[in-house]
């Protein structure tokens, strides 16, 4: 059974950082691109990155580009998403997914996904 848990969600004041985590479990990890979305309620799922496994190379949204960096650690089958000069329209909740494509383009290419963490961004 595969499973893939985010954690380190929480409150940050606007400016401020964060590192979430994904851990996996069920799925030979380094086999998998791993991705970071994020969703407000009523919104649609928002892309942010992903790292693929065949070349290591990260991909990312125009929108945290200069922001946030995706990192995998294949030893722990972990992937993060560190965030940097948080705003408080980051607020959503973030979720991790995994695919077997080495480029994924869309949300339906990825075959596996957390729940999510929440993030909350604010004064």
């Known amino acids: 059974q595969v499973q893939l848990v ?4 929480g409150l940050v004041q606007p400016g401020g950082s964060l590192r979430l985590s994904c851990a ?3 799925l030979r990890f380094s086999l998998y691109t791993m991705a970071w979305y994020r969703q407000v309620p009523g ?3 928002e892309f942010l990155g992903f790292k693929s496994y065949r070349d290591g190379r990260a991909s990312y949204a125009a929108s945290v580009r200069d922001r946030f960096t995706i990192s995998r650690d294949n030893a722990k089958n972990t992937v993060y998403l560190d965030m940097n000069s948080l705003k408080t329209e980051d607020t959503a909740v973030y979720s991790c997914a995994a695919s077997g494509r ?3 383009t869309n949300f339906s290419e990825y075959d596996y996904w957390g729940q999510g963490t929440q993030v909350t961004v604010s004064s």
């Open 24 to 26: 996996a479990s069920g």
């Open 6 to 9: 985010e954690s380190g969600g």
């Open 43 to 45: 919104n649609e799922r």
């Open 102 to 104: 080495s480029r994924p």
